[in-house]
């Protein structure tokens, strides 16, 4: 094995952890927001959680594969390194990214359902007896 | 929670011209809950137990459950009935908006009363 199949190894092993551990966070500090969301429907909510972290999981391992392809073989061990941070520096950056559009989806879901359920804000001036 | 069946009713002046096009545009809007809007000087046919006198007085709105909501209350109540501007109604609702948004339905009353054909 030469210095640049060492560096795509560690670069799958780095990404893969990273994907699992940021789509296991979401997963599980998800759910408590999308039960809210769903009105306590926890079906629902676990339903949806759950196709959001397929989706996750299929953008981030999508790109770290296309990403994983080095411009030029690596000569020695401090290239390989170099080589194999800049790539999982792309990657981080990709997954923040990821994870910040997550949490602005969850708001919105959120925010819409909110409004969905809120009450008049104002109180009535006078009341009539109801007409139905 | 309100009732599922809540519906709302807008008594507007119907001898003025920017009344009526609100009226129309109101009855395009996507809405969360119902809306009809009726001239008030049609109330009795509808059978209003307000008089229309008053509704013309102020802008009424008057919702199924028996709530009557005058003036800028009006405007905020039906705001609220719309998908659109929701959003809007609560903010109007807040301490901190309610002058600001009282000075805005005050201009748009000054403008429905320049409007007005009798």
Redesign the interface.
């Known amino acids: 094995m030469d210095a640049t199949l060492y560096a795509y190894t560690a670069y799958v092993t780095f990404s893969v952890g990273l994907t699992v551990w940021v789509g296991r966070t979401l997963h599980k500090n998800g759910r408590a927001f999308l039960i809210d969301v769903f009105a306590a429907r926890e079906d629902l909510a676990d339903s949806v959680n759950h196709l959001l972290v397929v989706g996750f999981y299929l953008i981030n391992f999508g790109y770290m594969s296309l990403a994983l392809k080095l411009a030029h073989r690596v000569a020695g061990a401090t290239e390989a390194f170099e080589a194999v941070s800049h790539k999982v520096g792309l990657m981080l950056v990709v997954l923040g990214l990821m994870h910040f559009f997550n949490l602005y989806v969850f708001s919105r879901i959120r925010r819409h359902k909110r409004?969905?359920r809120?009450?008049?804000?104002?109180?009535?001036?006078?009341?009539?007896?109801?007409?139905? | 929670?309100?009732p599922d069946?809540l519906?709302l009713t807008v008594w507007f002046d119907g001898d003025c011209g920017l009344c009526t096009r609100v009226a129309r545009w109101l009855d395009r809007q996507p809405k969360?809950v119902p809306v009809r809007c009726i001239a008030a000087q049609r109330a009795d046919e509808h059978?209003c137990?307000?008089d229309a006198g008053a509704l013309l007085d102020k802008v009424t709105v008057?919702?199924?459950?028996?709530?009557?909501?005058?003036?800028?209350?009006a405007w905020?109540?039906v705001l609220?009935a719309l998908r659109d501007y929701?959003?809007w109604?609560?903010r109007?609702?807040r301490p901190g908006w309610r002058p600001l948004a009282e000075n805005l339905f005050a201009v748009v009353t000054g403008l429905a009363k320049m409007t007005k054909q009798k």
């Open positions: 409004l969905q809120a009450p008049r804000p104002v109180p009535p001036d006078a009341m009539l007896p109801a007409t139905e | 929670m309100e069946d519906e969360f059978g137990p307000i008057t919702a199924s459950d028996g709530a009557v909501y005058r003036g800028n209350n905020i109540t609220w929701r959003a109604s609560l109007f609702a």
